[in-house]
T-cell receptor
């Protein structure tokens, strides 16, 4: 069963705007990871945030983690056409496996 | 280029046929995984190999078998393909079994069973 659930399922924004998507999960985790998937391609790892971290940045990406609410958010600032993709959160627990959500599809309009 | 290589990229099978999906990584990763991706369902884990010499079932193992041939290679076999196995299959690897690092994914195999 899927651990993480992303919200919204789809998001359409204008180039230059910020995009925010959320991930909720059910059980305790060691870390949470975000991935990007361009159409017809494999997933690409974006960022990993550990359970004892609250915020992490990587370029135009900002990830937050609230373990008390079992939720995370991914913010993409100043979006570009190249950011058009599906974004997945994945949770890592003690069982050596990553559990993926169903993803958020982001469309950046020129 | 370093990474995860999957073959074939596309395959059409008839119901009942068998085939093996190949996966190889050249990053000296210990752990390897097979996922399937279906529309609206995200990725579901089929089998994984936490380290060379071990394999374990994931969330949806029925109808599949795997072999961790060596540290580099992890194959997925469909013994008798069924239409329900039509999907995109991804192989992934990571440095260690503790999921302390991100996964590297292959580009996928798009399988259609008719």
């Amino acid at each position: 069963s899927q651990q993480g659930e992303e919200d919204p399922q789809a998001l359409s924004i204008q180039e230059g705007e910020n995009a925010t998507m959320n991930c909720s999960y059910k059980t305790s985790i060691n870390n949470l990871q975000w991935y990007r998937q361009n159409s017809g391609r494999g997933l690409v790892h974006l960022i990993l945030i550990r359970s004892n971290e609250r915020e992490k940045h990587s370029g135009r990406l900002r990830v937050t983690l609230d373990t008390s609410k079992k939720s995370s958010s991914l913010l993409i600032t100043a979006s570009r056409a190249a950011d058009t993709a599906s974004y997945f959160c994945a949770t890592a627990s003690n069982d050596y496996k990553l559990s993926f959500g169903a993803g958020t599809t982001v469309t950046v309009r020129a | 280029n370093a990474g995860v290589t999957q073959t074939p990229k596309f395959q059409v099978l008839k119901t009942g046929q068998s085939m093996t999906l190949q996966c190889a990584q050249d990053m000296n990763h210990n752990s390897m995984y097979w996922y399937r991706q279906d529309p609206g369902m995200g990725l579901r884990l089929i089998y994984y190999s936490a380290s060379e010499g071990t394999t374990d079932k994931g969330e949806v193992p029925n109808g599949y078998n795997v072999s961790r041939l060596n540290k580099r290679e992890f194959s997925l076999r469909l013994e008798s393909a069924a239409p329900s196995q039509t999907s995109v299959y991804f192989c992934a690897s990571t440095r260690d079994r503790g999921n302390n690092y991100g996964y590297t994914f292959g580009s996928g195999t798009r399988l259609t069973v008719v």
